[in-house]
C-alpha cells in the first residue's frame, strides 16, 4: 500500500513563499506521475504540477513561473515550492500519484495567502 504524507503548508502573506513536501512510500521514479493538485473553497480540485516517472514537469498557466517541482536525493519526498505567493492561492494542496491502474492521494495541507 503506497502512503503520501503532505506537509509544508501555513499561513503566508501576499508575496510570500512556501515549500510543501510529500513523502512517499515509494521512490518517485517509479510512480507513473506524481503530480500536486489544490481545492480552494468551493471550487472544484485542479491540477498545479505534475511530474512523470521520466522526470518531465508540467505546471498550471496560473502557477507558471511562480511554483516549481523538485525531488530530494534519496527520491522519496516530492516538493513542490510556492513563490510569489497571492490570495487565489489559497487552499488545501494535495499530493497524488499514479501507479499501474492505482492512484493514491495524501490527506492534504492548507495554504492560506492573507495579509
Known amino acids: 500500500q503506497v502512503q503520501l504524507v503532505e506537509s509544508g503548508g501555513g499561513l503566508v502573506q501576499p508575496g510570500g513563499s512556501l515549500r510543501l513536501s510529500c513523502a512517499t512510500s515509494?521512490?518517485?521514479?517509479?510512480?507513473?506521475?506524481m503530480s500536486w493538485y489544490r481545492q480552494a473553497p468551493g471550487q472544484q480540485r485542479e491540477l498545479v504540477a505534475s511530474m512523470t516517472g521520466g522526470g518531465t514537469t508540467i505546471y498550471a498557466s496560473s502557477v507558471r513561473g511562480r511554483f516549481a517541482l523538485s525531488t530530494d536525493g534519496a527520491e522519496n519526498t516530492l516538493y513542490l515550492d510556492l513563490n510569489t505567493l497571492k490570495p487565489d492561492d489559497t487552499a488545501i494542496y494535495y499530493c497524488?500519484?499514479?501507479?499501474?491502474?492505482?492512484?493514491?492521494w495524501g490527506q492534504g495541507t492548507q495554504v492560506t495567502v492573507s495579509s
Open positions: 515509494k521512490k518517485i521514479f517509479t510512480f507513473i506521475s
Open positions: 497524488k500519484a499514479r501507479d499501474s491502474g492505482m492512484e493514491y
